[in-house]
């Protein structure tokens, strides 16, 4: 997936002249297309302002983090902490918001401060990980789809309000009618959704058939079993706050999930961070995570180009 051979950053419109680790193109767009993820390495980024120029620089449009998924604190108009989620757990690889039906094309990550152990951000190509699965599988959820299920005021997990970014009901429906979400309004405040997308899309600019869904992130066998026992132990398991299923409401079978989880392992790659590393992901190409750590870890995110399923 990375390309070691360094290139001048050429084609870049900003002054803080780098090094991109790719494969010798000067298109930093065809290499990531090529590629599906970029690491650039020396631009000699010092703050969160550099960080934002570059990002804005090549890909002009951050995008705001809406219909939330998970906790992340924003710090300045597009620019986010990665998953404040805690440092002993790791986060499953995914594709980010492929729930929703606008999700981001592009991705950056920005390294303010390496942790002491641990924290890559591991990826996995997503057209490789479609081919490694079995066909037989690929074919049913291509015909049946995905059902996403979440939870949202039962005491774990994102509330609505966190997640949908308001305290009105009313805007909660009509955002979840224009995209295409079940809303089922419960006792105490609680609210329950349901959505089925697909598990296989096309890359709009590439033509490639890609694995492209949240199937295994929000499911919960995704949980860490320490973690999966002490939600358990506060909720009952039709009450947590993600599960995933056949888009016709039936379980994913615990064979098929293993499948899924291994086509994930089996791609995944992995760098160390430094201090100054900027990544771009192309997110429907690449999916990525976060491994455990220790020590203070800041990474960055800034979304882009936001993709509208018509």
């Not at 296989?200 to 033509?207: A, I």
Request: with cysteine.
């Amino acid at each position: 997936m990375f390309a070691r051979r360094p290139v001048k950053l050429q084609s870049v419109n900003t002054d803080l002249p780098g090094i991109v680790y790719a494969s010798g193109e000067l298109d930093l767009h065809g290499a990531l297309a090529r590629h599906g993820a970029l690491l650039l390495r020396g631009l000699n980024l010092q703050t969160i302002d550099d960080f934002e120029t570059v990002a804005r620089a090549i890909s002009p449009r951050l995008i705001e983090y809406g219909e939330r998924s998970s906790p992340r604190t924003r710090i300045s108009s597009g620019i986010y902490t990665s998953t404040d989620h805690p440092p002993d757990q790791p986060i499953v690889l995914h594709n980010e918001q492929s729930y929703t039906l606008n999700w981001p094309m592009k991705i950056w990550f920005y390294c303010a401060q390496p942790a002491e152990t641990g924290g890559c951000t591991p990826l996995a190509d997503s057209r490789r990980i479609l081919k490694r699965l079995p066909s037989d599988i690929v074919e049913v959820f291509e015909d049946k789809q995905i059902m996403y299920v979440r939870n949202y005021n039962t005491g774990v997990g994102l509330s609505w309000r966190e997640a949908f970014q308001t305290d009105d009901r009313g805007e909660v429906e009509q955002y979840c009618a224009q995209e295409d979400i079940e809303v089922e309004w419960r006792d105490n405040d609680r609210l329950r959704t349901r959505q089925v997308r697909p598990a296989v899309r096309f890359h709009p600019d590439t033509g490639e058939r890609v694995w492209f869904n949240h199937a295994l992130f929000f499911n919960l066998s995704s949980l860490q079993p320490a973690a999966r026992e002490t939600m358990l132990a506060v909720v009952d398991e039709s009450e947590v706050p993600f599960n995933t299923f056949y888009g016709d409401g039936t379980p994913i079978e615990p064979k098929v999930m293993d499948e899924i989880r291994n086509a994930y392992d089996s791609e995944t790659v992995k760098f160390d961070w430094r201090r100054g590393d900027l990544l771009l992901v192309d997110n429907m190409l690449v999916a990525h995570g976060r491994e455990p750590f220790t020590g203070s870890r800041r990474v960055l995110v800034a979304m882009a180009e936001p993709f509208q399923e018509l």
